[in-house]
């Protein structure tokens, strides 16, 4: 009966979140962006990285703490566990906090609890597109979901780094998780997701006048080829 009264004041997910426009709609109007991917790349292509950050000066968004090394501005993190793992590490910039993970769990885990913003989007394998600042798909994998975001933001280019697909037997990421057995088998469907999602992205892209996606690392996403 404790538990049953625990888990119902203090759920580990919202299932049901309430979506309102995020706050950071049109912050950066004008502005290049770059997303940060946690494909190894983002290590073997360092150098690359930090010259495009030195001579674009984006908006550095990144998905689950990647790539701190490059002082990215927001950290993005839509999964709890993900969350718990690599918070503390983030030294500076504003969390971007998915709508499935309460509040409560934010204070507990997020020293730095105030500088922290809802990323609105709506889990649902449906078409993309963006309303009021909310994303109507789930977008596949992380990175993609940064694509919107920089676009809600009001980007005039966007870059991408680290966003390398999955292969099985090859790597997946930049820095160790613990991962479960299921996590690469789960990683290819989000994988075909994107796939699936990423021409609609682009074209959006197009419809409002934004530059790329372009990534500056190598990438199995053919459309983020320059």
């Not at 494909?39 to 703490?65: C, D, F, K, M, Y």
């Not at 099985?168 to 075909?192: I, K, M, N, Y």
């Not at 994107?194 to 021409?199: E, R």
């Not at 609609?200 to 459309?223: H, L, M, Q």
Request: charged fraction near 20%.
């Amino acid at each position: 009966m404790i538990e049953w009264i625990r888990r119902l004041l203090w759920p580990k997910k919202i299932r049901h979140p309430h979506l309102a426009p995020p706050t950071y709609i049109n912050r950066h109007a004008r502005r290049p962006f770059l997303v940060l991917g946690a494909g190894p790349t983002l290590l073997e292509h360092g150098q690359n990285i930090a010259r495009l950050v030195q001579t674009r000066r984006p908006i550095i968004l990144s998905a689950n703490a990647a790539g701190l090394e490059f002082s990215p501005h927001y950290v993005r993190f839509i999964n709890r566990r993900r969350f718990c793992e690599r918070a503390r590490m983030v030294p500076q910039g504003t969390f971007l906090i998915g709508p499935h993970i309460p509040r409560w769990i934010v204070r507990r885990v997020c020293a730095r609890a105030w500088e922290w913003e809802r990323l609105p989007w709506v889990d649902t394998k449906g078409p993309f597109g963006i309303h009021e600042g909310i994303v109507q798909c789930d977008c596949g994998m992380s990175a993609a979901l940064l694509l919107a975001v920089a676009l809600v933001m009001g980007a005039r280019e966007t870059w991408t780094a680290g966003v390398d697909g999955y292969t099985a037997g090859a790597p997946v990421s930049a820095f160790a998780l613990a991962r479960p057995e299921h996590d690469l088998a789960r990683a290819l469907e989000t994988q075909t997701r994107m796939q699936a999602v990423l021409p609609e992205i682009i074209a959006e892209y197009r419809r409002c006048g934004v530059g790329g996606p372009w990534s500056v690392t190598p990438t199995r996403f053919a459309e983020l080829v320059r």
